[in-house]
């Protein structure tokens, strides 16, 4: 019984964090907003295209009326979390259709996009890790060390374009403007995968490194118990928490950290729809995106602390 309490409160200690956290980003989201240069009533007024000519100063007072700007910063900031958190993010300025239609229509391409670099990176990178930590300092250590160290220097954005003249216009293996369905994909995919397993390798490599050289693996030589089994039955079993907390960080990093990919690869997803709501000032959408990468973070990082405490009993029962 007490270690079933002691489980439950730091799952409610979490979500009261996952709360805090949430609160805060969306208050910082929402101020920036709400103090940028440009009248969120002018921009609507102006339409997509802003060509609509000379908005009056009356049409502008009356449009800021009808958007609640003209109310106190808290109260205009209560009632747009109010309506968030039923599901409400406005509508867009651009559009003029909700927020949140807008990124479920644009979700599917990103969601798909996120899962299989995620599971390709996970197969790729964490048997090639324990790879590079049992054969440490040689020649296929050397080797991942150098493609490691190639992947991470060399930025996402002149990776794609590398892969957009060669694979696009040299290859002519798919179009520039990225195709619907799977074959659009490859490309950001590889691209993603790549960025990703070039670190995700090294950080295997080094949790570990940093496992075997505890003493119970001292310990257990001493004994005359094998390597292998030392490794596969200790050493991997106390990697396992450590090693699903860094997967965490690249799931949030391929569901909001993929903005640029998607925008060079012209992949119709929610990294085209934040560059586009950016590009128009759709302050609306904006905060919408932002609201999304911040919800779809804390849920995995719930869902990995939860699945921590199941693996490894030390952080399901030890202090918070």
């Known amino acids: 019984m007490g270690r079933a309490a002691a489980f439950l409160g730091r799952i409610c200690s979490h979500i009261l964090q996952f709360a805090v956290v949430l609160f805060g980003v969306t208050l910082l989201t929402f101020s920036i907003m709400h103090f940028s240069p440009k009248n969120p009533a002018e921009l609507w007024l102006a339409g997509p295209d802003g060509n609509v000519g000379t908005v009056s100063e009356e049409a502008i007072r009356e449009q800021e009326r009808i958007m609640g700007l003209d109310r106190p910063f808290a109260e205009q900031y209560l009632s747009w979390l109010s309506d968030a958190l039923r599901g409400d993010l406005g509508l867009s300025y651009t559009s003029k259709k909700p927020v949140s239609e807008e ?15 995620l599971g390709i990176t996970v197969a790729v990178s964490v048997p090639l890790g324990i790879l590079c930590a049992v054969y440490r300092d040689r020649a296929i250590d050397n080797i991942l060390r150098i493609y490691s160290f190639v992947g991470i220097s060399v930025p996402s954005f002149v990776l794609s374009l590398i892969f957009l003249w060669v694979f696009c216009i040299k290859l002519n293996f798919v179009s520039v403007i990225a195709p619907d369905g799977i074959k659009g994909l490859i490309l950001p995919i590889s691209v993603l995968v790549i960025q ?3 670190k995700m390798i090294r950080q295997v490599r080094a949790i570990v490194l ?23 039955m200790h050493v991997l079993k106390n990697c396992a928490a450590p090693v699903l907390t860094c997967v965490s960080i690249y799931v949030g990093i391929f569901l909001g950290g993929s903005t640029v990919i ?9 990294g085209k729809l934040a560059v586009s709501a950016v590009n128009n000032l759709d302050y609306n959408m904006i905060q ?12 995995v990082n719930l869902a990995v602390d939860i699945l921590s405490a199941l693996i490894d009993p030390r952080i399901k029962y030890g202090r918070m």
Not at 212 to 223: F, S, T
């Open 262 to 270: 998607e925008g060079i690869f012209s992949v119709n997803g929610l």
């Open 196 to 198: 990703c397993s070039a």
């Open 288 to 299: 919408g995106f932002v609201l999304w990468c911040a919800v779809s973070y804390l849920i």
């Open 103 to 117: 990124i479920l229509s644009h979700m599917g391409p990103t969601l798909e996009m996120t899962f299989i670099s």
């Open 210 to 232: 940093e496992q075997m050289g505890q003493p119970y693996v001292d310990g257990a030589i001493i004994r005359g118990v094998g390597m292998r089994d030392i490794l596969f």
